[in-house]
């Protein structure tokens, strides 16, 4: 019973897949490119081996056919398949996915600047979006990255490493906003950040940091108002943390009362300070 309950499953997934590829196959056009009607090759490209020479073929055909038709044709073409994906990616298993991933990556990689940002948009916020447009576009011009940067949950810690390894100004920036940032990430934006991203990082209560982390950004707002400003707001600082970021804050203060008031000597503005402290 246990195998014939088996086979039922096995049967029915298989046809979910060809119901699925066949639709794809009709949003396309009947003269789009023919792999998909080919079921045969479509299971094992689906099913059984989505990213190998075999399955490859789909994207050969498809190649062919935006040569012959033209980049209005690719546009029209993704815009169709995005769309067929978002609206049934909530019940898409892994390989399916693997699918739209190859057929979407390869349209994505010939359309222009303004429908990557449209397919980045739509992409951003779906858990099982095709990993390799969003890895791809995420290492676009920040105009196509920001939304993915910002909110893609297809991004993993790894994926936000490296890109935060590699990224601009910009990027980091669209990373620090993140709703959640590991202490892994947050480790290299505060190496590379420049003073509205540590800002920015610092005001994120989504944004994780290690000891060392921390300690870092306590220690360049020596130099900065906006990111002490962002420091004292937080609530997980430890007691050394927040003692630290106290006597930097009173340190800043002090050079610029004797910035500003010459005449009066290093004593009393101590004294003044111990008694506004008191």
């Known amino acids: 019973r246990w195998r014939d309950h088996e086979a039922e499953m096995i049967d029915a997934w298989r046809t979910d897949v060809a119901t699925?590829?066949?639709?794809?196959?009709?949003?396309?056009?009947?003269?789009?490119?023919?792999?998909?009607?080919?079921?045969?090759?479509?299971?094992?490209?689906?099913?059984?081996?989505?990213?190998?020479?075999?399955?490859?073929?789909?994207?050969?055909?498809?190649?062919?056919?935006?040569?012959?038709?033209?980049?209005?044709?690719?546009?029209?073409?993704?815009?169709?398949?995005?769309?067929?994906?978002?609206?049934?990616?909530?019940?898409?298993?892994?390989?399916?996915?693997?699918?739209?991933?190859?057929?979407?990556g390869r349209l994505a990689d010939r359309v222009d600047d303004p429908a990557k940002m449209d397919l980045a948009e739509r992409l951003a916020f779906i858990p099982n979006a095709p990993k390799g447009v969003v890895q791809s576009l995420a290492r676009a011009h920040i105009d196509v990255a920001r939304p993915l940067l910002e909110n893609s949950p297809r991004l993993e810690e790894d994926d936000l490493v490296a890109l935060a390894e590699a990224g601009g100004a910009d990027h980091l920036l669209a990373i620090s906003r993140r709703p959640l940032v590991t202490?892994?990430?947050?480790?290299?934006?505060?190496?590379?950040?420049?003073?509205?991203?540590?800002?920015?990082?610092?005001?994120?209560?989504?944004?994780?940091?290690?000891?060392?982390?921390?300690?870092?950004?306590?220690?360049?707002?020596?130099?900065s108002d906006k990111l002490q400003a962002a420091l004292e707001k937080r609530i997980d600082l430890d007691g050394t943390q927040v003692a630290t970021l106290f006597d930097i804050a009173r340190a800043r203060v002090r050079d610029r009362l004797a910035d500003e008031f010459a005449i009066i000597d290093d004593r009393t503005i101590d004294q003044i300070l111990e008694d506004i402290v008191a």
Do not use: Y
């Open 20 to 104: 699925r590829l066949h639709t794809l196959s009709m949003t396309l056009g009947s003269n789009s490119f023919g792999v998909f009607k080919n079921q045969e090759l479509t299971f094992r490209m689906a099913l059984m081996e989505p990213m190998t020479k075999r399955s490859s073929s789909v994207v050969e055909e498809l190649d062919h056919a935006v040569a012959a038709r033209g980049d209005m044709f690719c546009l029209r073409t993704l815009r169709k398949v995005t769309d067929l994906f978002v609206g049934q990616c909530g019940s898409l298993g892994e390989q399916q996915v693997t699918v739209f991933d190859a057929v979407i």
């Open 183 to 223: 202490p892994r990430v947050t480790d290299v934006l505060v190496q590379r950040a420049d003073e509205t991203v540590a800002a920015t990082l610092a005001s994120n209560s989504g944004a994780q940091f290690s000891e060392s982390g921390m300690g870092q950004l306590i220690e360049r707002s020596r130099s």
